[in-house]
């Protein structure tokens, strides 16, 4: 048994390989990738491609006004406090999108930038990141649509300024978001949840807007306001049960926009006024909801905040463009083209209306199901065919515009899950008959 025991101690010992240090890929200011065997492609000196997962390196770019598309790849770090898995240090107009990053000090850090976008990054999962994306004297920035999780802390911030945090999803983090030093920045949108310690944290920050996020499930506190940290707008908002913090007395912030839009939604409200009753059928409490003699939501709301999703905006391409009102045409037709990352499949064609007023026919033979998706610009991108009546389409120009000749046709609609768009062409109006061409 001994001597089965120093022989595998042996064989483990002879096993044993170096820890290698992080590697470094490089994007240089002339457009190259180095080492050039990385798994990076670039045809255009604008796009650079991850092409296959990534270990034990970490990508510094050092060029301005490109893309960096992760594909979904994974790039794996070593776990080092200071380590970065992407560095965007002193870069401008960079894009960083589709990536996975695991396993570094800083999943994606930005120093002195201007006017970069993080954008639909998944940077969770154990072994976690010490901070998710880690911001510093930088302006102009857009944090969207990223899945940042399971980090020590999601985001880090100081000396930011100008720029918009929207649509993440940050959850299951130590701590949420710690903002300091911060001005004129939005915060919209986001899922902020599960945290141990707190969603949002504050210092020396002002003139910030805090709207429409959920912001639940806490260990400590909902959202902290410290040392200098006022003139920010906080509303329509959700808050868990956790409470409100304000640790300093120069701190004077603003919850509410007033009756009736209002302010917050907070979980431990009825538990801190268990009579209060609604004012006038508004949905709103007719008790403020004070955190402290400087800070209190004057009209707070009885239900979570439900957000109206943004409209889509849409292209539009209406049939004939130059539209002779006199003519015996039965239709008129319209084509809609989403924007990159939605599918014209997914419109509801019984939610359209044109300018409001006009829907579209029903018949199967020129209707909206069978025959809808066409490409008919041919882009490679489907477009939704619609048609409308020309005779209540022209009976509506004469009586809403009268004899102008140029008349704005806006389509506007959902989508199947509920987010509207919108798309306008503009055609010429004749009010004669004959003529050729695309005159019809």
Known sequence: ???LLVASML???LNIQPVKALQTIYIRANGSVDPPAAPVSNVDNVTYTITANIYSYFVVV???NIMVDGARHLLYGDGAYDSKGIDLTGR?????TNCRIQRFGHGIFLSSSLNNTILGNNISG???NRVGISISSSKDLKILGNYIAQNGMALAMSSCSNSTISGNNIENNWDGLHLEHLSNNTFCRNNITGHESYGIRFYYSTNNIVSENNITNSGQYSIELGLSSS???IYHNNFGDKPIKVYAQDCINVWDIGYPSGGNYCG??????PDAQELDDSGIWDTPYVVDENNQDNYPLMEPWTPTPPTIMASVDIDPDTLNLQSTGKWITAYTQLPEGYSASDIDATSILLNDTVAPISDPKYGFVKDALVDYNRDGVLEYMLKFDRATVTSWIYQSIGMQHEVKLTITGELTDGTP???TDIVSVVYFRGGSGRHK
């Open 1 to 3: 048994m001994l001597t």
């Open 92 to 96: 401008r107009n960079v894009t960083i």
């Open 231 to 233: 003139y920010n707008y």
């Open 268 to 273: 431990d409200y009825v538990t801190k006024y």
């Open 421 to 423: 768009f919108e798309g």
């Open 126 to 128: 154990l072994p976690n």
């Open 62 to 64: 050092q060029r301005d």
């Open 11 to 13: 064989t483990l010992a």
